[in-house]
């Protein structure tokens, strides 16, 4: 594609050819507290996860994305702030060339070193991911700060094949995983109306971010890191793969927590 997060076509420019990069309910945001409220009201997550198959790929060269068989017992997500059912299509990450940055979401404007994105579609309403990736209710993604510390075993099952997808467009099968286990202890998250963090950007997803980070080892964090693209024919280390914070446009943050 021709966006990308370089210089010339990185989220900078993205407006010359996905006007709605301009919108007003764009995502990444900063999750400042004075812009969050707790509500009582809110539900807690429903996770009907379940250990998957699913196929990393390296897509695009900016990321590596793992794709769910979404027709077979799917999981799904519900509760929360959600009305409906939510299948997981595929989850992918975020990431800077240092461990401070690259989380796309910042809490009072700290970043954290990636972000882990578990997609989903309204099954309730759509009948598979294209349809419902454009439309205001279509998606719900569950955002998962990750930091350096210590080695996370389930992650281990993706960071240990990525060695092998550098080139881009190659893939491999990845069966056994369980979502389940990408999640964080607490269930404190917030919520808010936003959108697509890369192109098309369109306004579509219901995020819910964890409020507890995820820790993963150094080497594990090397491996995301080194994710080479074959690109113009040279090799080219990914420096960061994350959209800066959009405005807020008056959008309201809820909390599940005090
Ligand atoms: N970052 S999100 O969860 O708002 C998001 C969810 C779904 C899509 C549509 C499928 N496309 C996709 O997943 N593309 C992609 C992902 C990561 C990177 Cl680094 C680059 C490209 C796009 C964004
Ligand atoms: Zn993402």
Not at 211 to 216: A, G
Not at 234 to 258: C, D, M, T, V, W
Request: glycine share 6%; net charge neutral; with cysteine.
């Amino acid at each position: 594609p021709s966006w990308g997060y370089s210089k010339a076509n990185g989220p900078y420019t993205w407006v010359s050819h996905f006007p709605i990069a301009q919108g007003s309910r764009q995502s990444p945001v900063d999750l400042r507290s004075s812009d969050t409220r707790f509500d009582a009201k809110l539900q807690p997550l429903n996770y009907h996860y379940m250990p998957t198959s699913s196929r990393i790929l390296n897509n695009n060269g900016f990321s590596f994305k793992l794709s769910f068989d979404d027709s077979s017992d799917p999981c799904v997500l519900s509760g929360g702030p959600l009305d409906g059912h939510f299948r997981m299509n595929q989850l992918h990450m975020h990431w800077g060339c240092d461990e401070h940055a690259g989380s796309e979401h910042s809490v009072d404007g700290n970043t954290y070193a990636a972000e882990l994105h578990m997609v989903h579609w309204n099954s309730s309403k759509y009948s598979n991911m294209q349809q419902a990736v454009a439309q205001p209710d279509g998606l719900a993604v569950i955002g998962v700060f990750i930091q350096v510390g210590a080695e996370h075993k389930e992650l281990k099952k993706i960071t240990d094949l990525l060695p092998m997808i550098t080139q881009q467009d190659s893939k491999i099968e990845l069966s056994g995983l369980n979502p389940l286990l990408l999640l964080p202890c607490s269930p404190a998250y917030w919520t808010y109306l936003g959108s697509l963090t890369t192109p098309p950007l369109y306004e579509s997803v219901t995020w819910i971010v964890m409020k507890e980070p995820l820790s993963i080892s150094s080497q594990q964090l090397e491996a995301i890191q080194s994710l080479y693209s074959l690109r113009s024919g040279k090799h080219e280390r990914l420096l960061n793969n994350y959209r800066p914070p959009q405005l807020l446009a008056g959008r309201e943050i809820r909390a599940s927590f005090k």
